[in-house]
């Protein structure tokens, strides 16, 4: 269905500024064109549709997932997310093996979940170039937001384990260092072979850090324990890399570090098993402990570890197990993700200009109660509980 205009009328609003209660958002193409609490607007020229008894949120975001790379019951064959042949693979692209028609990618339309962003898995030291798309769109490329937002790299056990296996380096959390500085410093030398004159035959390894040394991509690193998050953070201050910790298991225990430094965590998944040795140490109120020191928390699936549709039930056990607020809850969903991915003057919030990514709930999103009735991306409806939406 293709609707040019668009207005959602009567349901209670989620805006920056507050909830507006009988408010109307109006979508124009694929963006927002208005939210108002006032039904002055030419209703003859808009689909309406009425969402009293409804609350309208932002589309939810999930900042760390491997949504289309472990497509759902494709077995082996379907695994796409590690190349454990190298180490150093920073030249990967996970836009290269994002499966479109993962049934995964319309379980989080289903959920209210409008964008994730997909990134190379973890067995490699530098894994490759993370993306950010919306979960409905067509093919991959008609669903990006960002097909580079960051370089993934792993600290700790899963590259030990990969290539310490293999009596290859790195073996251990030294030998991972070497490689990151080793290779960050070969890509320093590029760069400024780059800007000479005569240009160097291309290294697409290289080049794909260059970005990162600008500050234009961030490092996404992959740390659990506390001593490979201080690792990541010496590594990204020696070389001027904008920083986000991926999973964070122990951040809690440098709390005060991250927060003074200003360095995101994207949290998660809290309700998995303590399965291999980083996790030892998970708190489930890992999120709440670095919300209550300053930093910027967002929570994640980490799909398929956790399902897509799962990620609302992340911060809904912060608001019945923690007594974290609702609304809280909800910018871990929403308006932090958004900010840490780059991407918060499009996604993450109901305001004028932004993508009309909305989520329709019964109850406010963060609420248990609540259900996604009706999820709407670029401006069109891509998932309507059915026979319940009026």
Known sequence: MTLSKVALEGGYVITPDGMVEGGIVLIHGTKIHAVTGLAKYDRE???????????????LIDPHTHLGLYAEGSGEAGEDGNEMTDPVTPHLRAIDGVDH??????????AGVTAVMVTPGSANVFAGQALVMKTAGGFTDDMILDPYVGQKMAFGENPKRVYGGQKKTPGSRMGIAGVIRETLVAAQNYRAKM????????DLKLEALVPLLDGKTAARAHAHRA???????RIAEEFSLKLVIE???EAYKVASVLAAKKIPVNVGPTSTGRSKVE?????RDNAVRLMAAGVRVSLITDHPVMPIADLRQEGIKLVRDHGVPLDTVLHTLTTNPAMTLGLDHRIGAIRKGMDADLALFNGFPTDPSAVCMMTF??????????????
């Open 101 to 110: 028609a993962d049934r995964a990618f319309a379980e989080a339309r289903e």
């Open 45 to 59: 020229k808009y689909t309406i549709i009425d969402c009293r008894g409804m609350v309208v949120s932002p589309g």
């Open 247 to 249: 999973h964070g298991t």
């Open 279 to 283: 996790l030892k140490d998970l708190e």
């Open 377 to 390: 991306i670029d401006g069109k409806p891509v998932y309507v509980r059915e026979g319940k939406v009026r």
């Open 195 to 202: 800007r000479k004159k005569v240009k160097p035959d291309r």
């Open 227 to 233: 001593d490979d998050i201080l690792t990541a953070i």
